[in-house]
């Protein structure tokens, strides 16, 4: 089992900036994705970022340019750099992890999730 714990959510104007972190913990040599999702209030989970153990990244078409996902393997953790946010940005944001490569749905562990909010 892999236990994710995300920080670093709260509340920031439009155009600032912000970092989430995920902390995985457990069986983590077996992971071998790890992303963030977000949902936003009546609508659907979906992908912001991914990264793979080998660095490959993918981003969601409304994000690129402003997020970054990066990871350090020491400390078990991946980040989320949020910046020139938008309102449109403010949902919940999930980490999730995934024992297979997959860029796009990585899906087999997911964090409790962490609120971003972004003031107009």
């Known amino acids: 089992q892999v236990q994710l714990v995300e920080s670093g959510g709260g509340l920031v104007q439009a155009g600032g900036s912000l970092r989430l972190s995920c902390v995985a913990s457990?069986?983590?040599?077996?992971?071998?994705?790890m992303g963030w999702y977000r949902q936003a209030p009546e609508k659907q989970r979906e992908l912001v970022a991914a990264?793979?153990?080998?660095?490959?990244?993918n981003y969601a078409d409304s994000v690129k340019g402003r997020f970054t996902i990066s990871s350090d393997n020491a400390k078990n953790t991946v980040y989320l750099q949020m910046n020139s946010l938008k309102p449109e940005d403010t949902a919940v944001y999930y980490c999730?992890?995934?024992?297979?490569?997959?860029?796009?749905?990585?899906?087999?562990?997911w964090g409790q999730g962490t609120q971003v909010t972004v003031s107009s």
């Open positions: 999730a992890a995934d024992r297979r490569r997959r860029l796009v749905t990585p899906n087999d562990y």
């Open positions: 457990g069986t983590i040599f077996s992971i071998n994705t």
């Open positions: 990264i793979t153990s080998d660095g490959s990244t």
